[in-house]
Nanobody, 121 residues
Framework: QVQLVESGGGLVQAGGSLRLSCAAS????????MAWFRQAPGKEREFVAK????????YNPGSVKGRFTISADNAKNTVYLQMNSLKPEDTAIYYC??????????????WGQGTQVTVSS
């Protein structure tokens, strides 16, 4: 069984930075796609960014590109989300998700419990 544990959330002022971590444990595989999603109160869950085992990255172009950076440390089975120039509208619960099937068709089978990010104005 795979477990994803997020950490690094918290309260930060607008313009500040946070780095989220997502540690994967259990039955993981080397070919993966891991992603960050977020959900603000009263809103639908939103894709933030993803990274593949080959290092390819994709970002939500409308809301985070240029401010957020996703990266991975394969030796630690950990994915990071560096968030800079944070805005109050970035306030949300951030979730880590993973697909370890190595297929081009992505289906996130595993999800973390979420970590709260609050950005004050």
């Amino acid at each position: 069984q795979v477990q994803l544990v997020e950490s690094g959330g918290g309260l930060v002022q607008a313009g500040g930075s946070l780095r989220l971590s997502c540690a994967a444990s259990g039955r993981t595989f080397s070919r993966y796609t891991m992603a960050w999603f977020r959900q603000a109160p009263g809103k639908e869950r939103e894709f933030v960014a993803k990274i593949t085992w080959g290092g390819g990255t994709t970002y939500n172009p409308g809301s985070v590109k240029g401010r957020f950076t996703i990266s991975a440390d394969n030796a630690k089975n950990t994915v990071y989300l560096q968030m800079n120039s944070l805005k109050p509208e970035d306030t949300a619960i951030y979730y880590c998700a993973a697909d370890f099937r190595g297929s081009p068709i992505i289906k996130y089978d595993y999800w973390g419990q979420g970590t709260q990010v609050t950005v004050s104005s």
